[in-house]
């Protein structure tokens, strides 16, 4: 079935510091891959999206590329913030029901 | 404002006291879905729907039942919840994108629910 693997965490970097979260999936067909920021208290939200091969999705200082040939779709940004600490979330849209999740990353920004 | 609600944010319950988890969204969106986090576990999907009176299992579906009378409602309905119920639960919505893809899914606030 399909299936998105993410490095656990937590992952504590310094501000300004260059932010990597990886992650691959396992799925049939092209999915539609996505990164959802949750923040402490709150609920999901849509960080950016990719909905095909090689496309980059981006916001906020964030960038994931969609790679085909590595299935991945690896998180960074250039200089982090203590305001960017925060739990994310890789997922895929799987087929017509929903998203499969990754299990999260802990992101812990200390200034 | 675009926005999913839950209520109630926060519920402590004890074993067998039925119990429901509203959802409402205000989007027009024909699909609707219940998640529940779990630590170590990342979210999980317990049902969905894909339009009004149109439901089907997630991945996690037992001890949990749903309802879709109209398009903006999608009510979590515990019927005698357990322990192992405790849990973060998410409700979220989304319209129908290209080739039947869900576009992008919008999260309501969460409900924190502790069953003793």
């Known amino acids: 079935g399909d299936s998105v693997t993410q490095m656990e965490g937590p992952v504590t970097l310094s501000e300004e510091a260059f932010l990597t979260i990886n992650c691959t999936y396992t799925?049939?067909?092209?999915?539609?891959l996505f990164w959802y920021v949750q923040y402490p208290g709150e609920g999901l939200q849509l960080l950016l999206k990719?909905?095909?091969?090689?496309d980059k999705g981006s916001n906020k200082g964030f960038e994931a590329t969609y790679r085909k040939e590595t299935t991945s779709f690896h998180l960074e940004k250039g200089s982090v913030q203590v305001s960017d600490s925060a739990v994310y979330f890789c997922?895929?849209?799987?087929?017509?029901?929903?998203?499969?999740f990754g299990k999260g990353t802990h992101l812990i920004i200390q200034p | 404002e675009a926005q999913v609600t839950q209520n109630p944010r926060y519920l402590i319950t004890v074993t067998g006291k039925k119990l429901t988890v509203t959802c409402s969204q205000n989007?027009?969106?024909?699909?609707m879905s219940w998640y529940r986090q779990d630590p170590g576990l990342g979210l999980r999907q317990i049902y969905y729907?894909?339009?009004?009176?149109?439901?089907d299992k997630g991945d996690v579906p037992e001890g949990y039942k749903v309802s879709r009378k109209e398009k903006r409602n999608f009510p979590l309905i515990l019927e005698s919840p357990s322990p192992n119920q405790t849990s973060l639960y998410f409700c979220?919505?989304?319209?129908?994108?290209?080739?039947?893809?869900?576009?992008?899914?919008?999260f309501g606030p969460g409900t924190r629910l502790l069953v003793l």
């Open positions: 979220a919505s989304s319209s129908f994108g290209g080739q039947g893809e869900r576009e992008t899914q919008y």
């Open positions: 799925a049939t067909g092209y999915p539609s």
């Open positions: 990719a909905t095909k091969a090689d």
């Open positions: 997922a895929l849209v799987r087929r017509a029901d929903g998203l499969t």
């Open positions: 989007m027009n969106h024909e699909y």
């Open positions: 729907s894909m339009n009004v009176e149109v439901t």
